[in-house]
């Protein structure tokens, strides 16, 4: 009988043993091979159209703009795009009102741009709205350059 209960205590050990190391395997967070450690997402849509608000605005152009683990998405240069809201912190703001010496006309013929998803784990929605096609070319940076 002793031996019997000394056997029953092994072999208990021994599963508790193997399902501690196996739940600790299981319960271990995936490690991403690009950036060594985890990562917030960032994934976002990109718009242009002609119009004075997200609203009423005809889009022309849509986007998709990816920047974690690596810069992708149907945007045409997406590694200038990520780099440049990195360079700002993710400020749209910077992005489209950078101080520029292009002399445009004061035509109002308004362009609305937005950007609507996730950077660096925080939801965004942004709208800016120029007053024509030069104002536009000139103050999109790398990220609406589509």
């Known amino acids: 009988m002793r031996y019997i209960t000394g056997a029953v205590a092994l072999g ?3 599963v508790l043993g193997t399902l501690a ?3 600790h ?3 271990a967070p995936a490690q991403p091979t690009r950036t060594g450690g985890l990562y917030a997402p960032t994934a976002l849509v990109l718009t242009a159209g002609q119009g004075e608000s997200r609203a009423t605005a005809t889009v022309q152009r849509a986007v998709t703009l990816n920047c974690m683990p690596g810069a992708t998405g149907s945007h045409p240069n997406p590694k200038a795009a990520c780099a440049e809201l990195r360079t ?3 400020d ?5 009102t950078a101080p520029s010496d292009r002399l445009c006309t004061r035509e109002w013929n308004p362009f609305v ?3 609507d998803g996730v950077w660096q784990g925080k939801r965004v929605s942004y709208t800016y709205t120029f007053a024509n096609s030069c104002a536009m070319a000139d103050g999109i940076g790398a990220v609406f350059d589509f």
């Not at 749209?92 to 489209?96: G, I, Y």
């Open 12 to 14: 208990a050990a021994l």
């Open 92 to 96: 749209f703001n910077a992005v489209t």
């Open 25 to 27: 395997a299981v319960a």
């Open 113 to 115: 741009v937005t950007a």
């Open 21 to 23: 190391t196996t739940a």
């Open 88 to 90: 700002v912190a993710g």
